[in-house]
C-alpha cells in the first residue's frame, strides 16, 4: 500500500452541517472545519443525509441534482433480503461541496429521510456507509477521510477499507465531538456493508493484521470505540475532554490524539448601537414570542441557553435563583425531544416566576446576540461539556460566563469568568449573586473579548486540525508499511 504524500482532497463525514441541518454545535463545528479548509486551499466535499430536506421547498438553500445512484440487497439475521436505493444531490457553501444523500423509494426514504436529524440514527449511519463507498467508486477516493461522531464511523472506516483494497492507505481521522456508548452485535457491521477481511491495526508497537469482526467484538459491538481503534488518529475538542478519553479508552491512545477547539465568527461589531440601557426592550420582545414565567424588572439579567436536556442543566440554574435574590434569569432553550425533563423544567419555571422565564421560540440572530450583550453573564451549569461553544460565543461579546467546572469549560472560561461545582445551585447562585451585586469583579468586556480572538477564531480552529491531519497521514504512512 501507499500513504499521500499530501493532503489536498478531504471528505468530511457528518450528520448535520451549520446553515443546513443542525442540532447543536456539531454541525456548526462541521462547518467550520470544511469552511477553514477551503479558505485554504483544500478540496473539502461534506458527505451526509439530506434527512427529508431535499423534499422541503422552503429549506433556504439551493439542491442540484448528482449524476448518482445505488440499490442493492442487505441480508437480515432472519435470512431474508431487504433492498435498498439511494441517490443524492449537492449543494455549494463557501468553497465547500455538500453532498446530501437521499432514498429513491419508499422503503429506504420512509427511514432514511427522517427529518429528525437522529430519528432512525443507527439505520440512517448503516446506510450512509452504503452511499459513502458508492459514491467513492463512482467519483473518487480522497486524500482523507475525517468521521465525525459514532453514526458516521461505519460509513468512515468502509472508506478507509475500499481504499486498502485499492492499495491506498487513506489517512483517516475520527473526532469525538460528544462520547457515545452505542453498541451493536457484529452483524450490524455487515448491514453497513463491511466485509469481515484481515488489515492493519495499530498496535501501539506496530501494526497487526486482525479481523474487522475481531476488533468489533473486543469492545463489545461499541461503534465508537470501533472508530477509536480503526482511525490512524483520534481528536476531541478539548484537552480536558481528551484526559476523559484516555480514561475510557485507555492511555494507548495518547500517540495518536490531538485537539481542535471549535471557534466562533461572533464579535462586538455585531452588537453596535446595543447598550445595557436595552436590556428590558430586549426581554420584552423574547416574552411577547411567547415564554413560561416572566421576569420582573427589579433584578440582574443572567442569560441561559441550548438544547432543554438534562445535560444542559437548566434546572440547576433554576434553582440556583433561591440563592441568588437580584438574579434574574432568561432560558432560551431548543427542544431536544427529553419532553420529561422539558416538562420538569416548566414546573420549576412556573415556581419562581417573576425571577426566571423560559422561551423556546426562534429568537431572530440579532435579538439573540443582543441579549448575550446585555447580561450580566451567560450561566453554563452543563452536567458534561467537551468544549462549550456557547461559552465562547457569549466571551467574544465581551459577557463573562458562570460554568461547571466539567470537561472543557474549566480551559474554555480560564480567569474570564467563574467556574463553580457541578450539580451544586447553592454555589452557582452564590455566583451570580455576587456578580449581580458587584461583590466580585471580571476582566473587563474588551479584555474578555480579546481572549477570543486570540484563541477561538477560526484561524486558530484550522492550524489545530492541520496538525491533526499530518498526525493521520504519519500513521496511515505507518500502516501502509505494516
Known amino acids: 500500500m501507499r500513504a499521500p504524500e499530501r493532503i489536498r482532497r478531504v471528505y468530511i463525514l457528518a450528520m448535520e452541517y451549520g446553515g443546513l441541518v443542525k442540532v447543536g454545535g456539531l454541525g456548526e463545528a462541521v462547518r467550520q472545519y470544511a469552511v477553514g479548509l477551503a479558505a485554504r486551499g483544500y478540496d473539502v ?8 430536506r431535499h423534499l422541503d421547498p422552503n429549506r433556504g438553500f439551493d439542491l ?70 458508492a459514491f467513492a467508486e463512482r467519483f473518487g477516493l480522497p486524500d482523507l477521510i475525517h468521521i465525525n461522531d459514532w453514526p458516521t464511523v461505519p460509513a468512515g472506516v468502509a472508506l478507509k477499507d475500499l481504499g486498502e483494497r485499492r492499495g491506498l492507505a487513506i489517512p483517516t481521522l475520527f473526532t469525538i465531538h460528544l462520547s457515545w456508548d452505542y453498541s451493536f452485535p457484529w452483524h450490524y457491521a455487515e448491514w453497513s456493508g463491511l466485509a469481515d477481511r484481515p488489515h492493519p491495526v495499530w498496535r501501539v508497537c506496530c501494526h497487526r493484521y486482525e479481523h474487522y469482526s475481531a476488533v468489533w467484538d473486543e469492545g463489545g459491538g461499541s461503534v465508537e470505540r470501533f472508530g477509536v481503534v480503526e482511525a490512524d488518529a483520534v481528536s476531541t475538542v478539548s484537552y480536558g475532554y481528551l484526559q476523559e478519553l484516555f480514561r475510557k479508552y485507555g492511555e494507548w491512545i495518547r500517540e495518536k490524539s490531538c485537539v481542535v477547539y471549535n471557534s466562533t465568527d461572533w464579535s462586538l461589531k455585531d452588537v453596535e448601537g446595543v447598550s445595557e440601557s436595552d436590556t428590558w426592550r430586549l426581554v420584552e420582545e423574547v416574552e411577547r414570542m411567547g415564554a413560561v414565567g416572566w421576569l420582573d424588572r427589579r433584578g440582574v439579567l443572567f442569560l441561559a441557553v441550548g438544547r432543554i436536556t438534562s445535560q444542559k442543566g437548566f434546572d440547576i440554574a433554576v434553582k440556583a435563583l433561591d440563592y441568588a435574590p437580584h438574579a434574574r434569569l432568561l432560558i432560551l432553550g431548543v427542544p431536544a425531544g427529553e419532553w420529561g425533563y422539558e416538562e420538569y423544567v416548566k414546573s420549576l419555571v412556573w415556581e419562581r416566576r417573576g425571577r426566571v422565564a423560559l422561551s423556546t421560540a426562534k429568537i431572530p440572530p440579532r435579538l439573540y446576540k443582543a441579549l448575550h450583550y446585555v447580561a450580566k453573564a451567560l450561566v453554563m451549569p452543563s452536567r458534561w461539556e467537551p468544549f462549550g461553544i456557547s461559552a465562547i460565543e457569549a466571551m467574544s461579546l465581551g459577557t463573562p460566563v458562570i460554568a461547571s467546572a466539567v470537561g472543557g469549560l474549566p480551559e474554555v472560561v480560564g480567569e474570564y469568568g467563574i467556574l463553580v461545582d457541578p450539580e451544586n445551585p447553592e454555589k452557582l447562585g452564590k455566583a451570580m449573586e ?10 473587563s468586556r474588551e479584555r474578555i473579548a480579546q481572549y477570543v480572538d486570540a484563541k477561538f477564531r477560526m484561524r486558530n480552529t484550522i492550524d489545530m486540525l492541520e496538525q491533526c491531519y499530518q498526525g493521520a497521514r504519519l500513521f496511515a504512512y505507518y500502516r501502509a508499511h505494516s
Open 64 to 133: 442540484y441534482p448528482l449524476d448518482f445512484r445505488t440499490c442493492g440487497e442487505r441480508w437480515g439475521l432472519d435470512g431474508k433480503a431487504y433492498p435498498y436505493c439511494l441517490g443524492a444531490e449537492i449543494t455549494f457553501q463557501n468553497g465547500v461541496k455538500i453532498v446530501m444523500f437521499k432514498g429513491l423509494d419508499y422503503a429506504t426514504g420512509h427511514i432514511f429521510d427522517r427529518w429528525g436529524v437522529y430519528e432512525y440514527t443507527e439505520e440512517k449511519a448503516a446506510l450512509l456507509a452504503r452511499a459513502v463507498v
Open 434 to 443: 455576587e456578580l449581580a451585586t458587584g461583590a466580585v469583579s471580571l476582566p
Open 45 to 52: 466535499t461534506v458527505l451526509m443525509p439530506s434527512h427529508g
